[in-house]
């Protein structure tokens, strides 16, 4: 087996990687086991793929954990996934912050059980002055949520006098988004097979690079994921122009 880490080009790995994680219900059903069981591996993966992305320089590693859609999942489920997550940032935060990893959320985490909401805040103000990986967790998320968020708020500044609505530019419009700072990803990863974005970062993946695997999430560790950097790594990105302009 080739040593992907050793094919990783140090200086063209991705600033910022995003990862949709998927597949965790039916690695659980394949084994005969409760859906939960999945999420619970899952989260293993979580650590493994974090630890990777900062072995390799990766800035920014967002991971989709929960959706706006994802309420309306069986109530069993949300519960086990609630639980899992403050379990998780509880028992992680302390390696999160020896290992220098910055914790960061998007979505609505104040609409999440107060538990969960307060088990983020926590984290987030451990972590806040690390300076190396920024783990970005989009929780209660989509993007058009984020859209209209954004809408509403430069449509309020503009009713208000403060903003014209001719300045509304690119640059303006980002910095109504909940990512406002972070750089758009280079590379959105999709686990499971599915080839959906699933309101999943919408205005920020105008020009990312899509990585499609059929690994179910709780199977994807660091080998897998340097796999998907040398497979961006070999693409050519054009952004609208020709190979001779590159
Ligand atoms: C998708 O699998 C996974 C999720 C909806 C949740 C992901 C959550 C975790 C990995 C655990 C908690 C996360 C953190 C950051 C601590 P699925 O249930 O949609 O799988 P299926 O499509 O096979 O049913």
Same mark, same amino acid.
């Given at each position: 087996m080739p040593d992907l880490k050793s094919m990783i080009i140090t200086d063209k790995v991705p600033r910022h990687i995003a990862i949709i994680m998927d597949g965790n219900g039916r690695?659980?059903?394949?084994?005969?086991?409760?859906r939960v069981l999945g999420?619970?591996?899952?989260?293993?993966s979580?650590?493994?793929?974090?630890?990777?992305?900062?072995?390799?320089?990766?800035?920014?590693? /967002?991971?989709?954990?929960?959706s706006t859609e994802n309420w309306n999942r069986p109530a069993m489920e949300i519960k086990a996934l609630m639980g899992l997550l403050v379990?998780?940032? #509880?028992?992680?935060?302390?390696?999160?912050?020896?290992?220098?990893?910055?914790?960061?959320?998007?979505g609505d985490i104040q609409a999440l059980p107060p538990d969960s909401y307060q088990a983020l805040l926590d984290g987030i103000e451990t972590t806040k002055n690390? /300076?190396?990986?920024?783990?970005?967790?989009?929780?209660?998320?989509?993007? #058009?949520?984020?859209?209209?968020?954004?809408? =509403?708020?430069?449509?309020?500044?503009?009713? &208000?006098? #403060?903003?014209?609505?001719?300045?509304?530019d690119e640059k303006v419009f980002e910095g109504?988004? &909940?990512?406002?700072?972070? !750089?758009?990803?280079?590379?959105?990863? =999709? /686990?499971?097979?599915? /080839?959906?974005? &699933?309101n999943f970062l919408l205005w920020q993946i105008a020009y990312t690079e899509l990585y499609f695997? !059929?690994?179910?999430? !709780?199977?994807?560790?660091? #080998?897998?994921?340097?796999?998907?950097?040398?497979?961006y790594q070999r693409r050519e990105r054009r952004f609208g122009m020709i190979s001779e302009q590159i």
């Open positions: 690695w659980a059903k394949q084994k005969g086991m409760p999420h619970r591996n899952g989260v293993k979580v650590r493994e793929v974090t630890e990777g992305a900062g072995e390799i320089g990766v800035e920014y590693l /967002t991971l989709y954990a929960f379990d998780t940032i #509880k028992s992680e935060i302390s390696s999160l912050n020896k290992n220098n990893v910055r914790l960061m959320t998007i690390n /300076t190396g990986l920024t783990l970005v967790l989009a929780l209660n998320y989509s993007a #058009k949520w984020e859209i209209l968020r954004a809408a =509403r708020a430069l449509a309020e500044q503009s009713a &208000s006098g #403060k903003l014209r609505p001719e300045d509304i109504a988004l &909940s990512t406002n700072g972070i !750089p758009d990803p280079e590379l959105l990863i =999709r /686990t499971s097979g599915e /080839t959906r974005i &699933s695997t !059929p690994v179910f999430w !709780p199977d994807f560790d660091k #080998k897998e994921l340097f796999q998907a950097v040398v497979s």
